[in-house]
């Protein structure tokens, strides 16, 4: 299974990206996916996360800025950024609990994506 981020890259201060984060392989079902970001010298942290159901959890940074939905015909996660800032200025990793099939039947695994830059300049 991977996890292939794209949509990143640098943006003024105000602006907006569309993060896009698909899954692909042995892929039987996805439960929840999430999109991280790590900024330099910061732990890792939780922006967004939305379950298979389409129950959304978002970062106290992220509530009215961001919006976060999921295609699952094709096994997409899209993080929409509004009103970027400065601070916004990360790696932003795709995170996802994968169903895979496996030799006894199916399996639940996390995976990461290899992470997407996104760079707010004032």
């Known amino acids: 299974v991977q996890l292939v981020e794209s949509g990143g890259g640098l943006v003024q201060a105000g602006g907006s990206l569309r993060l896009s984060c698909e899954a692909s392989?042995?892929?039987?079902?996805?439960?929840?996916i999430a999109w991280y970001r790590q900024a330099p010298g910061n732990q890792r942290e939780l922006v967004a996360a939305?379950?298979?159901?389409?129950?959304?959890n978002y970062a106290d940074s992220a509530k009215d800025r961001f919006a976060t939905s999921r295609d699952n015909t094709k096994n997409t996660l899209y993080l929409q950024m509004n009103s970027l800032k400065l601070e916004d200025t990360a790696t932003y990793y795709c995170?996802?609990?994968?169903?895979?099939?496996?030799?006894?039947?199916?399996?639940?695994?996390?995976?990461w994506g290899q992470g997407t830059q996104v760079t707010v300049s004032s």
């Open positions: 995170y996802a609990q994968v169903v895979v099939r496996t030799i006894e039947g199916s399996s639940s695994f996390d995976y």
């Open positions: 392989g042995r892929v039987v079902d996805i439960d929840t």
């Open positions: 939305i379950s298979k159901g389409g129950r959304v």
